[in-house]
Nanobody, 128 residues
């Protein structure tokens, strides 16, 4: 059974940086398309970033492009989200998501229904 565990969230001042980590277990990581989403209480879950199984296809939400970087480490079964220049509006719970794909499907999706596996989330709070 695929399990995702996020870490790295916390309280940070505006302008600061964070690295969110998603550790994957129980599946074939090399076949997983991965993504990060975020959600505020009472709000819909929003797409943040996605990376294909090979890492060759990457996509970002317009609101985070240039400040967020998604990457993956096949040897560690881990996906990272590096965030710089944090803003108070980045305050959310950040979720890691995964979907097992065929090797012919080397693309990303920003749709949350495109992912079958989800972590519990990590809270990011940015103070002004």
């Amino acid at each position: 059974q695929v399990q995702l565990r996020e870490s790295g969230g916390g309280l940070v001042q505006a302008g600061g940086s964070l690295r969110l980590v998603c550790a994957v277990s129980g599946g074939t990581f090399s076949r997983m398309a991965m993504a990060w989403f975020r959600q505020a209480p009472g709000q819909e879950r929003d797409f943040v970033a996605a990376i294909s199984w090979s890492g060759r296809s990457i996509d970002y939400a317009d609101s985070v492009r240039g400040r967020f970087t998604i990457s993956r480490d096949g040897a560690k079964y881990t996906v990272y989200l590096d965030i710089i220049s944090l803003k108070p509006e980045d305050t959310d719970v950040y979720y890691c998501a995964a979907n097992l794909v065929d090797y012919s499907s080397d693309f990303t999706t920003s749709m949350d229904f495109g992912y079958d596996y989800w972590g519990q989330g990590t809270q990011v709070t940015v103070s002004s």
